[in-house]
């Protein structure tokens, strides 16, 4: 299961990184996407340290946005 969940994460990073970048999302609709991601990991896997990283990425992406 942490293999799993690890390229869950990894994945979901990658691509939201690309879709930002190439402008076919906003942040705020990503967002949306990313937190159900979490949510739903977090029942499968509570405790997951790629959770953290999932966090992560967004709180770093929302500090980004703000600034904008």
């Known amino acids: 299961m942490t293999d799993k969940i690890d390229a869950i994460v990894d994945t979901t990073i990658l691509h ?3 879709q930002l970048e190439s402008s ?3 942040w ?3 967002r949306v996407g990313l937190e159900k991601i979490c949510d739903g990991l977090a029942i499968e896997a509570p ?3 790629a959770l953290d990283r ?3 990425f967004i709180a770093d992406q929302e500090r980004i946005w703000r600034r904008r």
Do not use: F, M, N, S
């Open 16 to 18: 939201t990184r690309e």
């Open 24 to 26: 076919r999302i906003d």
């Open 28 to 30: 705020a609709v990503a």
């Open 47 to 49: 405790g997951h340290p």
């Open 54 to 56: 999932l966090w992560t």
